[in-house]
Every structure is written in C-alpha cells, then in structure tokens.
C-alpha cells in the first residue's frame, strides 16, 4: 500500500535527522495554521511566528488561537510518545480542547467541558434540516469512552486493522461524538499525530493536506458516519498520508538546496556564526537577534554580528523598523516553507 510505504520513508527520514520526533518546529506551526483555517480561524504562518518573536502582547485573537493549537502540539506529542496508547483518555480529549479554545473569547462553554446541548450540522440555523446529528448530550461521555478504548486498542484491531485504518476509523468516530460545542475539528486533527507518536513513529502533520481537499474530507467523513462507507475514510486518509510525505521531502531537499546557495553568496569562515546559522534558519525562518544567540549559544553581540552578515547578503531582512526588539526574516525560506500545498517550491534565480 503506497501509504504504509510513505510511512516508511517518513521513518528513514527521521533516522538521519538529530530531532526525528518534531523534525521541525516549523512543521506543527504550520499544522496549526491550516487545521485552525479548516474551522474559520484565519491567520497565516509568517503571523504565527512573528507573533512567537515577538514582545507585543497585542497580538490578535487568530494568531493566539493559532499559537495555542501549535503549543499544544509542543506539550502533548512527548507526553503521547512516553505514555504510548494509554495517553488516549477522555480526560486527554478535555486537556486538547481546553488548550486549543482557552484564547477564543466567544465559545459559549467552559474550554474541556463536554457538550450539555443538543447541536446539528447543517440545516441553516434549523435542526429539521440538519445533514447529521451528533451524539445526544446524556451520551457523549459514554461515546467519547468507547472511542478513547478503541484508540487504546483495547479490541482486537491491533491484530487486524492497519494502522491507516485505526486512524481513519478512530478520526471519523470522534468527529461523529461531537463532545464539544465548538473545536471538535481541531482536537480530532490533534489527535491523529498524536496517535502516530504513541506507536512510536514519527508524527506527520496532515492539516495541509486535509486544508487543500477540504470537501473531500468532509465527504469521507459523511460517508463513514451517515453510510458506514469506511473505505471513503480510510481512502482519505490513506491519500493524505502519502501527499504530505511528498510534500514534506519536496520541501526538505528545497530546503537544502536553498541552504548550498546561502553558502555560495559569500565564502563564511569556517565555524563562524554566520554559518551556523544557516542550519538554524529552516527552523526558525523568522526570529531575534536574542533567539539567535540563544539557539547558537553565542553572546548577543556575536549573533547580532552575524545577523548583520546575513543580512548584507540578502539572506535576511529586518521587517520592523525599529530600533530595538527588531524581527528578521529569511524570505527565501519562508516561501518554500508556506507555498500553497501541493506546489512546487521555487529557489531564488529560479525560473518561474
């Protein structure tokens, strides 16, 4: 199956890399982004991680949403790799919702109280043309339950189902509870990198894709839910494993590419900062002079020396204007980063 085949490539990739688990924190801001855009939160990439650099509490409530879906990433998928699948509780579905909806000021609920109101999808405002009804309130908690056990393979699906099939089933049976009034979307999107880090295998991120096939998503889902047509869902599911690993590679080797022509633009001194630097960048495409010294352990003089390096040869850019707290930005490696998915990446000089 090409899908369980991606999963292995994604598993040699992990294997040459120092940090094989998140690969990059970029990839879970990312996440994040699209998984919070699938729902009408929008705010974009280059927002998020400046909003990360920056020292302005007044950011705006999308960029908090958004970074609080990619901090809950950072916080549970090496909880979800240490306790493996007994991490799947109800009590953990509850911890995502309330770090995901803790900054969305109009959510009429309590953050990680489960539903008490009966709510419908669909139907323009009026349940009697609803295209689904999820789970009665008096149930939801029983439902949730029977869904954490199946994600505990507590069953036999261990020994018969793939591991694409559990998490297609897995997702679909999640979203059909509904447990909350809002946020659903996001926390069952939490979920399936979670259940990758607990089998120990490298997390995938999957939003982007899910973002750009939107209706088909939903469809899948309507098909397992309404039809038990679970082949739809697996299908899906299966697809998105193998276009996001294409994806992720395209971007890796982008990445390297980009990084050899960095180091063409003028010859670096061995073991400078500058230089160093250059492998941090993919990472952090968007940062501090501050943030710099501190993940090149340098003084901060010395990164603002290489900063300014990097900067005479059009690596980075300075994008505040001001004088102090000042934010810089690697243009070139945010474009590959956030092309729209499933586009080729573009290298500066290159044709387009």
């Excluded at 509490?57 to 790799?81: H, I, K, M, T």
Aim: aromatic share 8%; charged share 25%; with cysteine.
């Amino acid at each position: 199956m090409s899908a369980d085949a991606a999963l292995v490539r994604i598993e040699t990739l992990a294997a040459e890399l120092k940090d094989p688990y998140l690969i990059s924190r970029i990839l879970p801001r990312r996440e994040a982004v699209s998984s919070s855009a699938i729902e009408g939160t929008n705010s974009t990439l280059d927002e998020l991680l400046s909003g990360e650099e920056s020292e302005d509490s007044q950011q705006g409530e999308a960029v908090v949403q958004v970074r609080d879906y990619a901090l809950a990433l950072d916080d549970f998928l090496p909880q979800a790799r240490q306790e493996k699948l007994e991490i799947f509780t109800s009590g953990l579905v509850q911890d995502l919702h309330r770090a995901v909806m803790r900054g969305d000021a109009e959510y009429k609920d309590k953050p990680g109280d489960l539903r008490q109101v009966v709510v419908w999808i669909g139907g323009r405002g009026d349940i009697a043309y609803s295209t689904y009804n999820p789970t009665p309130p008096s149930d939801i908690a029983a439902c949730l339950e029977d869904t954490m056990k199946y994600m505990r393979c507590e069953g036999m699906q261990a020994m018969y189902q793939s591991f694409i099939v559990r998490m297609a089933v897995a997702h679909a049976h999640f979203e059909a509870v509904h447990p909350f009034r809002d946020g659903n979307g996001r926390v069952g999107r939490l979920l399936l990198p979670l259940m990758m880090a607990a089998e120990g295998m490298m997390p995938i991120y999957l939003s982007p894709y899910i973002e750009a096939h939107k209706t088909a998503y939903y469809e899948s889902l309507k098909a397992a839910q309404q039809r038990l047509e679970w082949h739809e869902a697996v299908g899906f599911m299966a697809d998105a494993i193998v276009g996001t690993t294409d994806e992720l590679l395209k971007t890796r080797d982008a990445l390297s590419a980009l990084g050899d022509l960095w180091r063409k633009r003028r010859k670096f001194r061995q073991g400078s900062a500058s230089l160093r630097a250059l492998d941090v960048l993919p990472h952090y495409p968007v940062l501090t002079v501050k943030r710099l010294a501190s993940l090149l352990s340098i003084t901060v003089p010395a990164a603002s020396q290489a900063v300014e390096q990097l900067v005479e040869n059009k690596i980075l850019n300075e994008r505040t204007g001001y004088a102090r707290n000042r934010v810089f930005a690697a243009p070139d490696a945010l474009s590959i980063i956030n092309r729209p998915f499933g586009e080729e990446p573009i290298l500066p000089g290159a044709d387009t």
